[in-house]
């Protein structure tokens, strides 16, 4: 929108429109715009990261795990007609089942068999 009195186009300061050449405001030529926002955002990435240096990493990667566990839990809650819990524990039992040793092989598995033991891991 240009301005009513020198057709300047308006820019907004605090959404304010604002006519920079009847109000005397200076601009940042674009290339020194982003020049500065590149290294503002530098320094506050390398500030972020300092702080971040500071937590016992093993516990944060733990906690952004679970975060993430969460949020696609509640993804798979909302928008999925999976059953999620079904899901986990076959996924559980996979991995207790892999790691285990000593089978006796007796018996073979029926998939009635199969689905009592995943019932069986249910939380
Ligand atoms: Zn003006």
């Known amino acids: 929108m240009p301005c009513k009195i020198c057709k300047t186009n308006l820019i907004y300061i605090y959404n304010f429109p604002t006519c920079p050449k009847c109000e005397h405001v200076s601009l940042v030529p674009y290339d020194d715009a982003v ?18 240096k500071t937590f016992k990493k093993n516990h944060l990667l733990a906690n952004i795990f679970w975060q993430r566990e969460k949020e696609m839990r509640r993804f ?36 009635e068999d199969a689905i009592r033991v995943i019932k069986h891991m249910r939380p």
């Open 35 to 52: 020049r500065i926002s590149d290294h503002l955002l530098e320094k506050f990435k390398n500030a972020f990261f300092e702080i971040v």
């Open 76 to 111: 798979l809650r909302r928008y999925s007609t999976l059953d999620i819990a079904r899901l986990s524990s076959c996924t559980l039992l996979l991995r207790r089942v892999f790691q285990m040793s000593g089978f006796l092989e007796q018996s073979d598995v029926t998939e």
